[in-house]
T-cell receptor, first 113, second 117 residues
Framework: GENVEQHPSTLSVQEGDSAVIKCTYS??????FPWYKQELGKGPQLIID?????GEKKDQRIAVTLNKTAKHFSLHITETQPEDSAVYFC????????????FGGGTRLMVKP | GAVVSQHPSWVICKSGTSVKIECRSL??????MFWYRQFPKQSLMLMAT?????????EQGVEKDKFLINHASLTLSTLTVTSAHPEDSSFYIC?????????????FGPGTRLTVL
């Protein structure tokens, strides 16, 4: 089955700096890669996603890149703000798996004011 | 759009009792709903996948007689933790996939924190 690894597990940045979180996946059939933000005591919220027919996607301060050959994808947050502090999860999915998501281990992002 | 609710948001129960958690898709129909369990500072662990009108598919290691899942309609799935014990204490999160929507998208509920005394 699919295996998703996420790095780093914790990331501390200064407000205004950029943050990058990386994930690798094992199943070359995976074709959907969402990123979720989870605040303490809440459910995950989808912040951006990318499909395998696209190499990069951007939404304001957030961008995701996908390298299908190397089987890795990354989340980039620019101009970080204290409210970006949360746990971020990457995930991978294939159509063949009935929409099932396989999650990475999570990254705790701390943005210091 | 694509809002998922869970009820209750938290529950405390005595060991040996059963607890039911509801997951509802508020503004869309969900053919598939998923139930996850999350321990502190860990990732989400898929427990089971349920499709409306059929039996749930449980992940390896998840006891189907302990975690009863019912998906009776396109907007409601329930998870019942039977004969709960302290080790069942956890954060339970559901998600739903849009019927007829883009493949793979899941929308998550806010979670239910279960504490078994």
């Amino acid at each position: 089955g699919e295996n998703v690894e996420q790095h780093p597990s914790t990331l501390s940045v200064q407000e205004g700096d950029s943050a990058v979180i990386k994930c690798t996946y094992s199943d070359s059939a995976s074709n959907y890669f969402p990123w979720y933000k989870q605040e303490l005591g809440k459910g995950p919220q989808l912040i951006i996603d990318i499909r395998s027919n696209v190499g990069e996607k951007k939404d304001q301060r957030i961008a995701v890149t996908l390298n299908k050959t190397a089987k890795h994808f990354s989340l980039h947050i620019t101009e970080t703000q204290p409210e970006d502090s949360a746990v971020y999860f990457c995930a991978a999915s294939t159509n063949n798996a009935g929409n099932m998501l396989t999650f990475g281990g999570g990254t705790r992002l701390m943005v210091k004011p | 759009g694509a809002v998922v609710s869970q009820h209750p948001s938290w529950v405390i129960c005595k060991s040996g009792t059963s607890v039911k958690i509801e997951c509802r898709s508020l503004d869309f129909q969900a053919t598939t709903m998923f139930w996850y369990r999350q321990f502190p500072k860990q990732s989400l662990m898929l427990m089971a996948t349920s499709n409306e009108g059929s039996k749930a598919t449980y992940e390896q290691g998840v006891e189907k007689d302990k975690f009863l899942i019912n998906h009776a309609s396109l907007t409601l799935s329930t998870l019942t933790v039977t004969s709960a014990h302290p080790e069942d204490s956890s954060f339970y999160i559901c998600s739903a996939s849009l019927a007829g929507g883009l493949h793979n998208e899941q929308f998550f509920g806010p979670g239910t924190r279960l504490t078994v005394l």
